[in-house]
């Protein structure tokens, strides 16, 4: 059976716009939201942005133009809905049967929004720090006719609805751009609805230490598992600052905001492969990727 374009069905974060310049704070008695049906997105301010956060949105917007250059290629490939690898099918197989409003964080590129309602879900807002990539998403799910809503935010704090999400889907290169987990992961929490799951399909935090000599794998001399932060020389590059966190940084964020892990696994796969390189960390003997699946605990 095909399923029908559904433009006319309200995603449960729609309504009332947030004042542009809150930078996704909410002022107070204002409900977080979304512009419902509106083409407009939060824009996010960046005036009393610390430097690096600046410098980093600026290296976003640069490189997020690589989405509108081979808008395409990516429009092609969000035709085939291909994007989720099949461990993330496998895992969400059971939240997606139940057609769950969707929250992605950090959405980019959006193919994934697409391949989600593909798969089942009724609806995907997500919210990316790149007007480009927002943009550009916003016109690939209408040119497809899927129910993908996309508002311009920096994270933690979406500018949305508490309580909205069924499932908040969110990795393959986020976590790396968070200054502070507790306070993502208590924003997560907010924007779930009760039982709610949240997904993590994202990079090892030893990846940053992989080199990508393609005869043997080997630790970069200049960077370290339990530094905070490194400049990131691959993409976006131009100065953008990756953010570290262990893996038990990780899953103590997401434990302290009242959910309870139901899956946790460790992967040899990167989930993202340049073009033309063939790294030896990436055959088999090194973690490059991990899952989390998690559910937002009930209580009496």
Avoid at 269 to 283: K, L, N, S, T
Wanted: aromatic share 6%.
């Amino acid at each position: 059976m095909t399923r029908l374009p559904s433009a006319k069905r309200v995603h449960p974060c729609a309504g009332p716009p947030v004042p542009s310049g809150t930078g996704g704070a909410r002022p107070p008695g204002l409900p977080q939201a979304i512009s419902g049906g509106q083409e407009r997105a939060g824009t996010g301010t960046v005036a009393g942005v610390n430097p690096e956060t600046s410098r980093n949105k600026r290296a976003w917007e640069s490189a997020s133009e690589k989405h509108v250059r081979e808008y395409d290629d990516l429009l092609a490939q969000a035709r085939n809905r291909s994007s989720l690898v099949p461990l993330e099918l496998d895992l969400l197989g059971p939240v997606l049967a139940s057609s769950p409003a969707v929250v992605h964080l950090q959405s980019g590129h959006g193919l994934d929004d697409v391949a989600l309602v593909g798969a089942g879900a009724r609806s995907v807002v997500g919210v990316d720090f790149s007007e480009v990539a927002a943009a550009a998403a916003r016109r690939r799910a209408r040119e497809l006719g899927v129910d993908c809503r996309y508002v311009v935010a920096e994270l933690p704090g979406a500018p949305l609805r508490d309580g909205c999400a069924d499932l908040v889907y969110t990795g393959k290169g986020a976590l790396i751009w968070l200054p502070d987990l507790t306070a993502w992961a208590g924003d997560v929490a907010r924007l779930l609805r009760p039982s709610g799951h949240l997904f993590v399909y994202e990079a090892h935090p030893m990846v940053p230490l992989w080199t990508w000599d393609e005869d043997e794998p080997r630790v970069r001399p200049d960077r370290g598992y339990f530094d905070r932060d490194h400049v990131n020389d691959t993409f976006p590059a131009n100065g953008a600052v990756e953010r570290q966190a262990t893996l038990a940084e990780v899953v103590t964020a997401v434990l302290s905001a009242g959910l309870e892990i139901l899956h946790l696994s460790e992967h040899p796969e990167p989930f993202w492969r340049p073009d033309g390189v063939d790294a030896a960390a990436w055959r088999g003997r090194l973690p490059n990727s991990f899952a989390l699946l998690a559910r937002l605990e009930t209580r009496a």
